[in-house]
């Protein structure tokens, strides 16, 4: 049976990794990139019959779990190696091995002039293993695995120029900020075993409904923390720091970890569990405020930025933001639609950017391009038909997401959420316009020494691949799926998203009135949401309208006035904080890494200077003293040994008699 | 006719006598040779010990240990003489006290 073939798919990279990790140098880098991209093409292609396969399951079963072997078990915990597919994973695997592949062939010709290219390759391999374990792994704790394997391969390869203190700085910031949200993942990982004896994904999700309270505090609390450590992967506020820091990788690392696979597991871990944040309604209104909050404000930061990688990256910060206000208005649908449109348009941009970057010898400052339309067709072309996917423009597959998510954050949210996504997506369409304004258009700023130049085919190719990608993309979730059921992604997802909320809030109040509680009134919950042909088409034309006069926008001030920028901005004190993104990062500084370094050096001089290493020396110190006092004993003379053993015997002999 | 007129305690004193006299000997001299037959000495007092006990008891084992300790004895003066010898060779004295080099 195809299905059979599951647990080759991370394995594979992991070869790969395995065979350019320890053999890289000596086989040279054609091969090294051969086997870089193999692994991942085959591991796409094993998917592709693995889908066949799932596809061929008999009616009504929507899982297959494929056990390698029994990982541990202490008593009832048993925790297995084993693989799970299911609708969520199966786009999550095409997401990954088919993006990644696109990717690492981009890399071959991006990074042909490194000198460890092979040690690039291996992490770069490990990394899509581990972020297939991840999406793959069949309960909580093998996603954990996937989830820190990911996370340190990200520091690997953030701080891959690691001659460069600022990228080892950026490492470090991206692991320890990462850190904070793995710790409350793994508490919330305990938290689930503690009330259901298991972390099985089935299991847990298909017992959450009857032994949570709808709105309680128990599955409140596990869903913030499984938040929380979402919020860390995928750089959403408080923890969205380390992201644009991390852009000091290579290119195809921010494409492939930092824009379309890694910061999506977040997102990624959430729809896995929306049964359980289906019943906390509290932790749902936090997921849409941060979400629309972080989509907001990471945008206005974006406006401001000069680095042409760090405008990216606010903008894949704001991005995901609206994957997360998707999920915290209930539409899991569309935060993965968006999930999958997303990756394939930010990969593009990504991989445009390392192409200009590319052409023009590592020169990353917008203020230093301008003019490099005529010189590399190829890449602005592509580049701006992924901008126009981003600001949301018909037919692209970013308006058919955006729309979506704007859509729900309407009908099941409220219109502040509505109002934050609007606003986001106008400033979307603005700044990445501005990106494209100042980095191909207007009159050349670049280094009259540099000549601009096409990038290699290698790397253009996967340039149209993912453009297309974008173009395309959204015809996986044609709108109105409420009366033509036209949305594939819709009817795909539906056996994973499946929540029945009546027999839920049956459930929940058979169990208060059993602790003798008074169960809240819920009749209201039940009541079904209208949703009117008209309204959605009416959101679409008013999305559109924003994002065209976000484009305007930057027509404007980029091409038509290039001195507006200046005048408009003179002397307002707002745009001083955005630029210097709100002071957030000063703020973290002196709040939490001074303390810590402050308290460290105490502990370090008092605590392990004085108080260790003073035991320890000081024991030395005293067994040293006494043995010089008992050396003397030791005279050399061997009529003094005699004496001794005499003195010895006569006081054995006194003593025993 | 010798049980009556010499009784074991006499034996036992010389021995005793001669045991303390060896001790002393190895205490007090610094001679390399002297301290070696003061060992002996030592070595012999004990013999007369056990000789004197067997006769005593009517026992022969004595006699027999007695012999044992002149077989050590004998080679224990082989292997010290070359010891002495050798010490000598490195250093032309036979005072014990020039030797006090092996220690801390």
């Known amino acids: ?657 | 006719m010798l049980e009556e007129t010499v009784p074991l305690s006499h034996y036992l004193m010389l021995s005793a006598t001669l045991f303390v006299i060896g001790v002393a000997g190895v205490l007090i001299r610094r001679n390399v040779i002297v301290v070696f037959m003061s060992i002996e000495i030592m070595l012999n007092a004990v013999n007369i010990s056990l000789i004197s006990f067997d006769h005593y008891m009517n026992l022969s084992n004595g006699q027999i240990f007695s012999f044992m300790v002149m077989c050590v004895a004998a080679a224990e003066v082989s292997v010290g003489l070359a010891i002495i010898i050798a010490m000598h060779r490195n250093k032309p004295t036979v005072n014990l006290d020039d030797f006090n080099l092996l220690k801390w």
């Not at chain 1, 009504?60 to 084993?82: C, K, L, N, P």
């Not at chain 1, 909050?293 to 000069?306: E, L, P, R, S, Y």
Request: hydrophobic fraction near 50%; charge should be negative; glycine fraction near 10%.
């Open chain 1, 1 to 657: 049976m195809l299905l059979k073939l599951t647990c080759l798919i991370p394995l594979y990279p992991l070869i790969g990794s395995i065979i350019n990790g320890f053999f890289g140098l000596k086989i040279g880098k054609k091969a090294v990139g051969f086997i870089a991209c193999g692994s991942m093409i085959l591991s796409f292609l094993t998917s592709v019959l693995v889908y066949v396969g799932y596809l061929m399951l008999p009616e009504g079963q929507h899982v297959y779990e494929q056990v390698a072997w029994t990982w541990f078990g202490a008593g009832d915990f048993i925790v297995d190696f084993g693989f799970q597919i299911d609708p969520l994973t199966l786009v999550m695997m095409f997401v990954v091995t088919g993006v990644g592949s696109i990717i690492h062939v981009y890399a071959v010709g991006y990074m042909q002039e490194e000198f460890s290219y092979y040690r690039f390759f291996a992490y770069f391999n490990l990394f899509a293993s581990a972020m297939l374990l991840l999406v793959m792994g069949n309960n909580f704790l093998l996603m954990f695995i996937g989830w820190e394997g990911v996370g340190c391969c990200s520091y690997f390869l953030i701080g891959y120029y690691f001659e460069k203190k600022s990228a080892c700085d950026a490492g470090t910031k991206a692991f320890v900020v990462n850190r904070v949200g793995d710790f409350a993942f793994l508490l919330a990982v305990m938290y689930i075993f503690n009330v259901f004896g298991t972390i099985d994904f089935t299991d847990v999700m298909h017992a959450a409904p009857e032994k949570l309270i709808y709105g309680g505090e128990i599955v409140t609390i596990i869903t913030m923390l499984l938040f929380v450590g979402a919020t860390g992967k995928s750089a959403q506020i408080p923890l969205y720091t380390w992201l644009p820091d991390a852009m000091e990788g290579p290119t195809p690392v921010s494409a492939l970890i930092h824009a379309a696979t890694m910061v999506t597991a977040g997102v990624y871990m959430v729809v896995r569990c929306s049964v359980l944040f289906n019943l906390s309604p509290m932790t749902m209104t936090v997921v849409a405020f941060i979400g629309g909050g972080t989509a907001v404000m990471a945008a206005t930061i974006g406006m401001t930025q000069f680095d042409i990688k760090r405008v990216l990256a606010y903008s894949t910060v704001s991005q995901i933001g609206y994957m997360f206000l998707a999920c915290g208005v209930g539409a899991y649908t569309a935060a993965i639609f968006h999930l999958v449109t997303h990756a394939f348009f930010k990969a593009c941009l990504f991989l445009g950017s390392g192409s200009v970057i590319h052409g023009i010898h590592g020169e990353q400052d917008m203020r230093k391009m301008g003019g490099l339309k005529k010189h590399m067709p190829v890449t602005y072309w592509t580049f701006v038909v992924s901008t126009l996917a981003i600001a949301g423009i018909f037919p692209l597959s970013g308006f058919f997401s955006k729309d979506e998510v704007l859509y729900h954050s309407l009908m099941d949210g409220n219109i502040i959420f509505w109002g934050m996504g609007v606003s986001a997506a106008l400033l979307t369409a603005f700044y990445m316009f501005r990106l494209v304004f100042m980095t191909f258009h207007g009159e050349s700023r670049v280094d009259p020494s540099v000549h601009p130049h096409e990038s290699p085919k290698v790397m253009t190719m996967p340039l149209v691949i993912l453009a297309g990608l974008a173009t395309v993309g959204g015809l996986l979730g044609i709108p109105f799926h409420h009366w033509w059921h036209m949305h594939i992604l819709h009817s795909w997802l539906e056996p994973v998203l499946h929540f029945d909320l009546a027999s839920a809030l049956q459930h929940s109040e058979h169990m208060l009135h059993q602790a003798g509680q008074h169960a809240p009134s819920w009749t209201h919950l039940l009541e079904p949401t209208e949703h009117q042909w008209w309204t959605e088409l009416l959101l679409m034309c008013f999305s559109l309208a924003v994002a065209v006069v976000g484009i305007f926008g930057a027509y404007m001030f980029y091409i038509k006035r290039p001195d507006l920028p200046d005048k408009f901005t003179e002397g307002q004190w707002g745009l001083d904080m955005v630029q210097n993104k709100y002071y957030v990062d000063e703020l973290y500084d002196d709040a939490f890494v001074q303390p810590t370094i402050e308290g460290s050096k105490l502990l370090w001089k008092e605590c392990d200077a004085k108080a260790i290493d003073g035991t320890v020396n000081g024991t030395a110190k005293i067994i040293g003293w006494c043995s010089r006092q008992a050396q003397t004993l030791q005279s050399g003379f061997v009529r003094n040994y005699a004496l001794f053993i005499v003195v010895g015997f006569i006081s054995l002999l006194l003593v025993m008699f």
